[in-house]
């Protein structure tokens, strides 16, 4: 067990997302430096579907990854609703997957705008062909 917070982080590698996009391994402080100069730059898309889903996939400082040598460190998440940006609940939690490139992440990320705008999108002609049955009797 960890005695002190300090030494416990001084475990993990941490990064921080460059302009270009790629990665690099940083002590804590550059990465809390990082953080505070550029406080967005871990927030790569957010989106809320019509049908209220919230979609968010973000930059993760830490590796994720389990028994891999490629560092996880971006991850998309779908919420029931709400938007953390705004202050609203997001509700329960959908799914949620983990990338090992930003241009993996983006492109996860719209896979899912993609599922869950088509998974509502049969909802909603599901919901209209019973409707239409019912107002027939």
């Known amino acids: 067990m960890f005695d002190r917070f300090d030494d416990m982080m001084s475990k993990h590698t941490t990064y921080i ?3 270009d996009k790629t990665y690099s391994a940083v002590s804590m402080g550059e990465y809390i430096e990082w953080s505070i100069k550029f406080p967005d730059d871990r927030f790569i898309k957010q989106e809320t579907l019509a049908n209220g ?3 968010s996939t973000v930059f993760l400082p830490i590796d994720h990854a389990i028994m ?4 996880v460190l971006f991850e998309t ?3 029931s609703g709400g938007n953390r940006k705004e202050g609203i609940d997001l509700g329960e939690t959908y ?3 983990r990338y090992t490139s930003y241009t993996d992440a983006v492109e996860g990320h719209i896979k899912q705008v993609e599922f869950y705008t088509k998974k509502m999108n049969s909802l909603i002609d599901e919901y209209n062909k019973v409707t239409k049955n019912e107002k027939k009797k």
Not at 68 to 71: A, L, Q, R
């Open 77 to 79: 998440m779908i919420f």
């Open 68 to 71: 891999s040598d490629v560092p």
């Open 95 to 97: 799914d949620q997957l």
């Open 53 to 55: 889903v919230y979609i």
């Open 17 to 19: 997302l460059n302009k």
